[in-house]
């Protein structure tokens, strides 16, 4: 009887995975059957011609980048600073509105703060549609979702490491690099490449905030568009434009897993570090 | 140690852009056009010519609806304002309308729908529910699917002007945003009928996408009807400017209005002006 | 720092420069995100002041044009779609966490995650487009107009998987191997350990990552958009199309002014606070809302 209900929950388990798996290989195939057609290298590397349907995608690869960039470099210190205030720190009564603050803006639409970005950034700052506005509102965007994940990583770890540490009169700032970070780094390399994936599949908050411009960004102060943008618009806009957002889309495709390789090589280097150390 | 040497990169990435920033805050020669998503694509493609022929010169698209247009040409915000359709009338005391180009929009079936002909009257009894199998006008026993456009669209307000129609007497079954996803609900459903711009579907259909375009009130829908102006339902596709534009913007009007850039507006799809 | 949580006291100063250095920017976070706040707020007060509220609930319909903006057609379109994708989104992704926890074979962990992380990261334009060219004329051939609450549903489900999916397996990954390695030394089977052990000590991570998953289920627009068909109309049936409150403001945004415009931005403002109530419930519920 207990081998009978082993063997059905592995049997479940496969079944559901293959599941994912096989509705995941169905939308990779189509996206690479249409698109792949449209990748080589002159694709990469020319501008879009005629509305995006000819020539290629390098201003928007530069664009998504460097948004990207300037998202990631605002979101991830502020975004570690306010996880570690969080767990560590903060009292009670300061943490629970700070943590319902956040809930609350997860739940925002992005293209409430692509309004938002737009009132903030573009005009009252006086940054108009640049990378700049786009690269901000994304790091806005991605904070709640960056902060809670990484928080929630820092809470899981036991309360006893904390205690060890400070028995082994290890500083809180020491405990939390050697000891704390590492063990929460799972959770947030996984709160990352949440963020990062979402910026990057970003359409409604960058069309108002970097903009539709497509040419290649002289400065972070240009307007430039973004691949789901361009993806967006080749497919809702631009008759005659599916091959090109086809390709579009396995571009963004392998720069995902590019960039999702690397932040896990950065948090399987780190955490090797910690240990052996 | 990894994250160190990450966080030292960002930083500096953060101080060239800083440093870029400066130098180009301080350009000038630059022109914004925002509004109409339909009119985006063309503008761009417009104004990289444009950027061509005056070394220096730079013209920043943005997309965003022809509200947003209106909006931003009388705030100042943009240069230039697009807009889809004519102008209204309190809009014309403020803003001076520059036509383009000319844009027809048509009804289309998927092309297994046997029904070849609709009559006006027809077409609004089906957008308004009254008509709701495809057997009632000469068709097969099939459920009409009817895709409508979403409020503010100003293809939808050129349509139901047409059709004397009020939207909450339309009963549709997939209301759409631009106008790709019309013909890709159409192509993907045999009994459904929508309303887009013409080019757009000539072009569609001679690439293979299963969809037909209707004749109206007797008179094809194709885009040279559209230009000598027989087809009735159409719309001018404009550039706006707070009172009569001076400088670069009055040349880049008088550029987009020229012959020089027919090629472009056929290119997108759209009809040229009749000269 | 006699009130910090976990009450340890330290006298070294790099504690009180940490300490100092996140709290505030900590309070820089907060206060960027209290502007988003402000400025939903700011943006639907013409409606909210001229009692407007009570028109979000009744009336006929989301007539903009002629003053009309009852709600509850697209809140209903909503709660149900976001209910039906975590329903199918929820054991599939769970199952698929325990797979890569306790029963795949070594070599195809990582593969599998890498899959996820993938999944997470396509942009819902790509599912959207997706869904509109494979999806919708398949529910079509089957029950016009294809675009519709299954559609919608579907498509959901698919975005918020690798989210539930991973941060399931993060909460898996963080049960102490000490407890796994005691149950099985006790002769639990397989079952018994990722039934009794694993899964009720990880049940509070994987309780905030369905929490992350419906906040993304609610707030997901272009995909919606795309295949859910955005009649405003409250659900019959599964093949009905619908509107969701992302999807409406999305649509009408760029093309409202006024008080039309005051209304999607008081829209924004209600799926903040489902968002908000959600939380607020699930930290009743559990004690702790992200532990």
């Known amino acids: 009887m207990r081998k009978h209900g082993d063997a059905l929950l592995t049997a479940a388990v496969w079944l559901a995975t293959a599941l994912v798996v096989g509705a995941f290989l169905w939308l990779l195939g189509d996206v690479v059957i249409h698109g792949i057609g449209k990748l080589d290298a002159a694709f990469l590397l020319d501008a879009p011609q005629n509305a995006g349907r000819d020539g290629g995608i390098a201003p928007i690869l530069v664009s998504t980048l460097l948004i990207l960039v300037v998202a990631l470099a605002v979101a991830v210190p502020l975004g570690l600073a306010t996880a570690v205030y969080l767990s560590e720190y903060a009292a009670a009564q300061l943490a629970k509105p700070l943590r319902v603050c956040l809930n609350m803006l997860a739940g925002v639409p992005s293209i409430v703060f692509g309004l938002f970005g737009n009132a903030l950034f573009c005009v009252a700052l006086g940054m108009g549609f640049s990378i700049w506005s786009g690269g901000l509102t994304l790091a806005c965007m991605m904070l709640p979702l960056f902060i809670v994940t990484t928080e929630s990583g820092l809470s899981a770890v036991s309360s006893e490491w904390r205690r060890g540490a400070a028995a082994l009169g290890l500083s809180r700032a020491a405990a939390l690099w050697h000891i704390l970070l590492p063990a929460a780094a799972p959770a947030i390399t996984a709160g990352l490449m949440l963020s990062i994936g979402r910026a990057l599949a970003e359409t409604a908050a960058l069309i108002f905030t970097s903009g539709y411009v497509d040419r290649m960004p002289e400065s972070l102060s240009d307007s430039g568009r973004a691949l789901s943008v361009h993806i967006y618009d080749l497919s809702m806009n631009v008759s005659g434009g599916d091959a090109a957002a086809y390709g579009s889309a396995l571009v963004l495709i392998v720069l995902i897993l590019a960039i999702n390789s690397v932040a896990v090589n950065l948090t399987e280097r780190f955490l090797q570090a910690r240990t052996t150390a | ?275 | 720092m006699i009130w910090s949580r976990h009450n340890i006291s330290s006298p070294s100063r790099a504690d009180v420069l940490l300490a100092r250095l996140s709290g505030s920017l900590a309070f820089a976070v907060a206060v960027l995100l209290a502007l988003v706040l402000l400025m939903l707020f700011k943006e639907s007060w013409a409606v909210l002041a001229s009692g407007g509220w009570a028109r979000f609930f009744a009336g006929e319909g989301w007539f903009p044009s002629s003053g009309q903006y009852n709600l509850w057609p697209m809140l209903w379109a909503t709660l149900v779609a976001t209910l039906g994708a975590l329903l199918l989104a929820l054991p599939l992704g769970l199952a698929s966490a325990l797979f890569g926890r306790f029963y795949a074979p070594r070599w195809l962990v990582l593969p599998l995650r890498r899959v996820m992380m993938l999944l997470a990261g396509i942009p819902s334009v790509v599912y959207g487009l997706w869904g509109l060219t494979v999806l919708v004329p398949l529910i079509a051939q089957w029950e016009p107009p294809g675009a519709s609450l299954l559609a919608a549903i579907l498509i959901l489900a698919l975005m918020v998987l690798p989210t539930v999916a991973l941060t399931s397996e993060a909460a898996l990954a963080a049960v102490s191997s000490a407890s796994l390695q005691g149950a099985a030394a006790l002769g639990l089977s397989r079952k018994g350990i990722v039934l009794g052990v694993a899964l009720p000590e990880a049940r509070a991570g994987i309780f905030s990552g369905a929490l992350l998953a419906a906040m993304r289920a609610l707030g997901e627009t272009m995909a919606v958009l795309m295949v859910a068909g955005n009649v405003v109309q409250t659900p019959g049936s599964l093949f009905d199309p619908v509107r969701v409150l992302t999807a409406n403001i999305a649509l009408e945004m760029s093309y409202a002014a006024g008080e039309h415009r005051a209304a999607l931005f008081a829209s924004g403002l209600l799926l903040m606070l489902m968002v908000a109530a959600l939380a607020w419930l699930a930290g009743k519920r559990g004690g702790r809302l992200y532990a």
């Open chain 2, 1 to 275: 140690m990894q994250m160190i040497s990450m966080e030292k990169k960002w930083c500096a990435a953060v101080c060239v852009g800083l440093s870029l920033c400066a130098s180009a805050w301080a350009g000038g020669n630059k022109l914004v056009l925002t509004g109409s998503s339909t009119i985006a694509p063309l503008a761009l493609e417009i104004g990289k010519r444009f950027e061509q022929q005056n070394p220096g010169v730079r013209v920043d698209v943005q997309t965003g609806g022809s509200t947003r247009g209106v909006n931003d040409a009388r705030t100042g915000l943009a240069d230039i304002g697009m807009a889809s359709r004519a102008m209204k009338s309190d809009e014309a005391q403020v803003l001076v309308a520059h036509r383009i180009a000319m844009d027809g929009i048509g009804i289309i079936l998927h092309q297994k729908n046997p029904v070849k002909n609709l009559s006006d009257e027809q077409i609004k009894q089906i957008y308004t529910g009254q008509i709701g199998n495809w057997r009632e006008v000469g068709g097969e026993d099939r459920k009409i699917t009817v895709v409508n456009k979403a409020e503010g669209r100003s293809t939808l307000e050129l349509f139901l002007h047409h059709f004397q129609l009020n939207n909450p007497d339309i009963r549709a079954h997939v209301v759409i945003g631009d106008n790709q996803q019309g013909i890709k609900t159409v192509a993907g459903n045999v009994g459904a009928i929508g309303y887009v711009s013409i080019g757009t579907a000539e072009y569609e259909q001679t690439h293979g996408t299963p969809i037909q375009l209707l004749p109206m009130a007797g008179v094809g829908a194709s885009v040279a009807n559209v230009r000598e102006g027989k087809f009735p339902l159409s719309r001018p596709l404009n550039l706006l400017t707070k009172g009569t534009p001076t400088g670069l913007a009055k040349r880049f009007i008088e550029f987009a209005q020229s012959a020089a850039v027919d090629d472009l507006v056929t290119a997108q799809y759209f009809v040229p002006l009749a000269r």
